[in-house]
T-cell receptor, first 116, second 114 residues
Framework: AQKVTQAQTEISVVEKEDVTLDCVYE???????LFWYKQPPSGELVFLIR??????QNEISGRYSWNFQKSTSSFNFTITASQVVDSAVYFCALSRKGGSNYKLTFGKGTLLTVNP | GAGVSQSPRYKVAKRGQDVALRCDPI?????LFWYQQALGQGPEFLTYFQNEAQLDKSGLPSDRFFAERPEGSVSTLKIQRTQQEDSAVYLCASSLGQGNSPLHFGNGTRLTVT
């Protein structure tokens, strides 16, 4: 069975602070995908990143960076110099690799509030 | 350049009523998914279509839930004899269906059963 744990239910920071959202996953598959999605108040899930289990290289995209560590089954997400517009619920998700069936298993999400 | 469109945006149903939720995927997207998101929880998989074929319905919680996509485009999620525990946001997502294509989600339909 697959499982994703986001231990932080809510995080509140002041604008310009850095913040890291934690994600720990469980799977018996040797190959899989990991994802992060952002859900603003409008409700739409916005895709942020997909990571192949074979690729442990950390990735940076502007103020966003991701740290994938297979040894600890973690895929943490850091926002540098946070902004008010970053306020949203962030979900980490896991799926099996292969085919077109993205049967995603989501964590419960972390509500990030960035205060001005 | 329209995204995934879902209607209605909000639906209130009395317990026992049937409801139908519509999803218009992005044009040309082969794969279509339905997810259920309870309040304060992450989305949970309900069912998956590839074109008009329903290839996975393992997440449907009961036989009161039924989904179809007869022409491989628009999809409808139907819930018969709604119960209070069906109250949730129902999210639709689509993708090109190729290995590297990400899911694009709609804004969801918030169903409240009273």
């Amino acid at each position: 069975a697959q499982k994703v744990t986001q231990a932080q239910t809510e995080i509140s920071v002041v604008e310009k602070e850095d913040v890291t959202l934690d994600c720990v996953y469980e799977t018996r598959d040797t190959t899989y995908y990991l994802f992060w999605y952002k859900q603003p108040p409008s409700g739409e899930l916005v895709f942020l990143i997909r990571r192949n289990s074979f690729d442990e290289q950390n990735e940076i995209s502007g103020r966003y960076s991701w740290n994938f560590q297979k040894s600890t089954s973690s895929f943490n997400f850091t926002i540098t110099a946070s902004q008010v517009v970053d306020s949203a619920v962030y979900f980490c998700a896991l799926s099996r690799k292969g085919g077109s069936n993205y049967k995603l298993t989501f964590g419960k999400g972390t509500l990030l509030t960035v205060n001005p | 350049g329209a995204g995934v469109s879902q209607s209605p945006r909000y639906k209130v149903a009395k317990r026992g009523q049937d409801v139908a939720l519509r999803c218009d995927p992005i044009s040309g997207h082969v794969s279509l998914f339905w997810y259920q998101q309870a309040l304060g929880q992450g989305p949970e998989f309900l069912t998956y279509f590839q074109n008009e074929a329903q290839l996975d319905k393992s997440g449907l919680p009961s036989d009161r839930f039924f989904a179809e996509r007869p022409e491989g485009s628009v999809s409808t999620l139907k819930i018969q004899r709604t119960q209070q525990e069906d109250s949730a946001v129902y999210l639709c997502a689509s993708s090109l269906g190729q290995g590297n294509s990400p899911l694009h989600f709609g804004n969801g339909t918030r169903l409240t059963v009273t």
